[in-house]
């Protein structure tokens, strides 16, 4: 859901005075917020959608009484007293805040020392708020324009362009580790999905998995593209590090680059089963044809591809590819290269159910649609560091709204087929 930002203009500022002074008038009110600020169990913006920097101080001073007692001019009492006050800054979910702060100091030089107030040092600590920063950016604001769209009046931020930068820069890097560092040991996955997107000159391999269930995760990220050998092997050799068994066999759904082939076989053995995509397939062929052909070569091998039988299937390329090499020999090459493996969901013996999911690599093109959405406003790509960076933050986000995949009951056949069969456990075995 789209989240709604304004800027507070001159009529905001006269309602936060109005509320400043109800606040002051009627300081009572807030007690049980401020308990509840100073246990960290809610924030104020989350107590308060429009906190001014007004309430905050009236919140400050209002934890500084639970202490210290009330404020009493001209005279002092108690073991911790009044001392004034200095500009400080508070954390809320979204940006800080300047105010001013209360202190207060015990009595007596020998016991002397500033006495920390607890809703003060809650609001300061927010570990979430770069997290939340990068979220924003990856929504459509840019640091340029964060300033702007800052729910609260101008002058009550305590943060720039540059800050925003660096907590952005910061948690992105986060979320890139947390991402390279996931483990699969005690994840079933069946299918694994790969490809490569463009960023300027950049190049980003990814890798998402399907599990046992149907569920989809990010595996993984690496700088280059499906055609650079040594990447795309760092990124299987990844995965193996990280506990992708390789002894087990998996479904490899590829957009059908030689490198990538050729680093399956390497890093996972050559017993894998590979699925060429078949949309790519139609596309690469297409593009070798004038722009009168094109609709009737695509409806030919889509009808192919909808043949349960892969031999039936493989007839009626090679006849479509012996009337193309009349006239267009490069169209026809294109067709029979690698053209047995975007029927190895036919093989297997998988029921239709599974074909569009399995047939092509469209459920990794969807998020990484997802991904680029969220990365369009960056205007400049410095190098690989701040791509990779901003990639992971756009898949994490993007993955939480991943759903299971088409036909996700019939993956049992599938686990069949690759000899993937989870074991039954009997009732002896399981209280042995």
């Given at each position: 859901m789209k989240q709604n930002y304004h800027v507070i203009e001159g009529k905001g500022k006269s309602a936060e005075r109005a509320l400043a002074a109800f606040c002051k008038a009627h300081g009572q009110m807030l007690l049980p917020l401020v308990e509840l600020i100073e246990e960290a169990r809610l924030t104020v913006s989350t107590v308060l959608d429009e906190v001014s920097q007004q309430t905050i101080e009236m919140i400050l001073q209002l934890s500084a009484e639970q202490i210290a007692g009330p404020r009493t001019p001209g005279r002092s009492s108690g073991e911790v007293r009044w001392h004034g006050s200095q500009a400080g800054r508070v954390s809320l979910e979204d940006r800080q805040v300047s105010v001013r702060r209360p202190r207060l100091r015990r009595k007596g030089k020998q016991r002397g020392g500033e006495v920390e107030i607890p809703a003060y040092q809650a609001l300061q600590r927010n570990p979430a708020m770069g997290g939340r920063m990068f979220g924003a950016l990856l929504r459509g604001v840019s640091t340029r324009q964060y300033r702007e769209v800052l729910p609260r009046m101008a002058e009550s931020v305590g943060i720039s362009k540059s800050a925003v930068s660096e907590r952005a820069i910061e948690a992105s890097a986060a979320q890139l580790s947390e991402l390279l560092e996931r483990c699969w040991n005690e994840t079933e996955l069946l299918v694994i999905y790969i490809d490569g997107m463009q960023f300027s000159a950049q190049h980003v391999i990814s890798a998402v998995g399907v599990d046992f269930q149907g569920d989809k995760h990010v595996l993984g990220l690496q700088l280059g593209a499906t055609e650079n050998a040594a990447a795309v092997k760092s990124l299987l050799v990844h995965l193996r590090e990280h506990g992708l068994d390789t002894g087990k066999r998996y479904l490899f759904v590829i957009d059908g680059a030689k490198a990538l082939r050729a680093a399956i076989?390497?890093?996972?053995?050559?017993?894998?089963?590979?699925?060429?995509?078949?949309?790519?397939?139609?596309?690469?062929?297409?593009?070798?044809?004038?722009?009168?052909?094109?609709?009737?070569?695509?409806?030919?091998?889509?009808?192919?591809?909808?043949?349960?039988?892969?031999?039936?299937?493989?007839?009626?390329?090679?006849?479509?590819?012996?009337?193309?090499?009349?006239?267009?020999?490069?169209?026809?090459?294109?067709?029979?290269?690698?053209?047995?493996?975007?029927?190895?969901?036919?093989?297997?013996?998988?029921?239709?159910?599974?074909?569009?999911?399995?047939?092509?690599?469209?459920?990794?093109?969807?998020?990484?649609?997802?991904?680029?959405?969220?990365?369009?406003?960056?205007?400049?790509?410095?190098?690989?560091?701040?791509?990779?960076?901003?990639?992971?933050?756009?898949?994490?986000?993007?993955?939480?709204?991943?759903?299971?995949?088409?036909?996700?009951?019939?993956?049992?056949?599938?686990?069949?087929?690759?000899?993937?069969?989870?074991?039954?456990?009997?009732?002896?075995?399981?209280?042995?």
């Open positions: 076989d390497e890093v996972f053995g050559t017993g894998q089963a590979v699925q060429r995509c078949r949309t790519h397939k139609i596309r690469n062929v297409l593009e070798e044809l004038p722009k009168e052909q094109p609709a009737q070569v695509r409806s030919l091998m889509r009808a192919a591809y909808k043949l349960e039988r892969a031999e039936e299937s493989l007839v009626k390329m090679e006849k479509m590819a012996s009337w193309l090499e009349q006239e267009y020999p490069t169209a026809a090459a294109s067709l029979r290269e690698g053209v047995e493996e975007t029927f190895t969901i036919n093989r297997l013996g998988l029921p239709p159910s599974l074909h569009r999911c399995l047939g092509t690599s469209n459920l990794i093109e969807s998020p990484q649609s997802g991904v680029r959405k969220r990365t369009g406003n960056v205007s400049r790509w410095r190098d690989g560091e701040m791509v990779l960076r901003w990639v992971a933050g756009a898949y994490l986000l993007t993955e939480k709204s991943f759903r299971k995949v088409a036909g996700y009951e019939n993956l049992w056949t599938l686990a069949a087929a690759l000899g993937r069969q989870k074991k039954s456990v009997t009732l002896q075995e399981k209280f042995a």
